[in-house]
Every structure is written in structure tokens, then in C-alpha cells.
Nanobody, 119 residues
């Protein structure tokens, strides 16, 4: 059974930084594409960044250059480094295995971690 445990969220001022962690069990992150998603109040969940099996990464235009995904194979953990945060980054952040083609999460969701960007 695949499980995701997200952590590292919190309240941060605009321009600040956070690093989110996603501890994964049931799959080996170095063998599977992984992605970070977010869901803001009243909005649909969206994919913000992904990392492929080979380690290549990409991100949504809205976060490009500010949010970066990485992984630690030894810890079977995926990270999201968030810099230059903006109020519009406020959301609950989740990780999951992206479905080929659609990019939607393919497994059951974890509890997520809340990120609030506010002064």
C-alpha cells in the first residue's frame, strides 16, 4: 500500500522560503515519477512540480524558478523547495505519483501540509 506523509508547511511572510518533505512508503521514489500538487481554497488541485525516474524536473509556469522538486533516494523522500513565496502560493500541498498523460495523482492522497503566505 502506497502512503505519502507530507510535512514542513507553515506560515511564512511574502518573499520567504519553506522546504516541504514527502515521506513515501510502498514505492521506491527513484523508480517512479513523483509530483507535488497544491489545492487552494475553492480551487481545483493542480500539479506544480514533478521529478522523473531519471531525475529530470519540470514545474508549472506560475512557480517556475521559485519552487524546485528534488528527492533523496536513501530516505525515499521527495522535497519541494519553495523560495520567493507569494500570497497566491497559499494552499495545501500534496505529493503523489502522476498519471502518465494527465498528470493527475494516481494513488490515494495523503493529508497534505498547509502553506500560508501572509504578512
Amino acid at each position: 500500500q502506497v502512503q505519502f506523509v507530507e510535512s514542513g508547511g507553515g506560515l511564512v511572510q511574502p518573499g520567504g522560503s519553506l522546504r516541504l518533505s514527502c515521506s513515501v512508503s510502498g514505492i521506491t521514489v527513484r523508480l517512479a515519477p513523483m509530483a507535488w500538487y497544491r489545492q487552494a481554497p475553492g480551487k481545483q488541485r493542480e500539479l506544480v512540480a514533478r521529478i522523473g525516474n531519471s531525475g529530470t524536473t519540470d514545474s508549472a509556469e506560475s512557480v517556475k524558478g521559485r519552487l524546485t522538486v528534488s528527492r533523496d533516494n536513501a530516505k525515499n523522500t521527495v522535497y519541494l523547495q519553495m523560495n520567493s513565496l507569494k500570497p497566491e502560493d497559499t494552499a495545501v500541498y500534496y505529493c503523489n505519483v502522476p498519471t502518465p498523460g494527465t498528470g493527475s495523482g494516481s494513488r490515494s492522497w495523503g493529508q497534505g501540509t498547509q502553506v500560508t503566505v501572509s504578512s
